[in-house]
C-alpha cells in the first residue's frame, strides 16, 4: 500500500512569488495535515482539511492557503513568498482528526 | 506557531542503555499523545500513542508513560540500537490538531 506522497520534493522560488505544494494521502484516509518545519524547530501546525473542508488552522497569515480535493489530495498554497518561508513542508493523513497520523517525506522549499 | 515542549534537546545514550526522552505539556484538556521518530531526511513516523485515560502504554522496545498530574510524558526506549538515532518529537492532541514539540536529537554512542 503506497504511503503518504508529496510532491514536488525540492522547490526553488524567489521572494514574492507562490508556491503549491501538493499531497496524496493514503488510500482511504480523508484527513489531511499541512506542518512546516523550519531548520532546527519542531513541526509547526498549518492547516487541517477533513472531507474536503477546512477544519482548523494554526498560526499562520492568510497567504498561507490550501483547499482538498474529492479524492482527498490536496495542495498548500503560499502566496508572496519570504525568505523566512524557506522550510520543509510536511503533510500527514488519518481516518480523522485525532487518530494515528501518517508523514509524507515533505517538501523542502526554498526561497532566495 | 504553537508547540508542544521539551525538556531537552539532545540526548546522548551508550548502544545497549536504556534512553529516556521526556517532554511537558500544557494543556490538561489534551486526550492524545503521540511520539514520533524522525530520521534525516525523512518524515515523522508514528512509534507509539497513548490516551489521557490511561498512564502506561508498551510497544516494542518502547513505553510512553503520562502524568498527567504533572503534565508531563516521556517515552522509554529500551536497549537503544544505532538505528534509534533519530530526532524524536511529542505530540499532543488539542483542539482538533496535533501539536508537535521542537524535538529531541538522540545520539547513540558505541
Known amino acids: 500500500e503506497a504511503g503518504v506522497t508529496q510532491s514536488p520534493t525540492h522547490l526553488i522560488k524567489t521572494r514574492g512569488q507562490q508556491a503549491t505544494l501538493r499531497c496524496s494521502p493514503i488510500s482511504g484516509h480523508t484527513s489531511v495535515y499541512w506542518y512546516q518545519q523550519a531548520l532546527g524547530l519542531g513541526l509547526q501546525f498549518l492547516l487541517w482539511y477533513d472531507e474536503g473542508e477546512e477544519r482548523n488552522r494554526g498560526n499562520f497569515p492568510p497567504r498561507f492557503s490550501g483547499r482538498q480535493f474529492p479524492n482527498y489530495s490536496s495542495e498548500l498554497n503560499v502566496n508572496a513568498l519570504e525568505l523566512e518561508d524557506s522550510a520543509l513542508y510536511l503533510c500527514a493523513s488519518s481516518w480523522g482528526g485525532s487518530t494515528e497520523a501518517f508523514f509524507g517525506q515533505g517538501t523542502r522549499l526554498t526561497v532566495v | 506557531g504553537e508547540s508542544v515542549g521539551l525538556h531537552l534537546p539532545t540526548l546522548s545514550v551508550q548502544e545497549g542503555d536504556n534512553s529516556i526522552i521526556n517532554c511537558a505539556y500544557s494543556?490538561?484538556?489534551?486526550?492524545?499523545f503521540i511520539w514520533y521518530k524522525q530520521e534525516s531526511g525523512k518524515g515523522p513516523q508514528f512509534i507509539i500513542d497513548i490516551r489521557s485515560n490511561m498512564d502506561k502504554r508498551q510497544g516494542q522496545r518502547v513505553t510512553v508513560l503520562l502524568n498527567k498530574t504533572v503534565k508531563h510524558l516521556s517515552l522509554q526506549i529500551a536497549a537503544t540500537q544505532p538505528g534509534d538515532s533519530a530526532v524524536y518529537f511529542c505530540a499532543e492532541s488539542r483542539d482538533d490538531k496535533i501539536i508537535f514539540g521542537k524535538g529531541t536529537r538522540l545520539h547513540i554512542l558505541p
Open positions: 494543556n490538561s484538556a489534551s486526550d492524545y
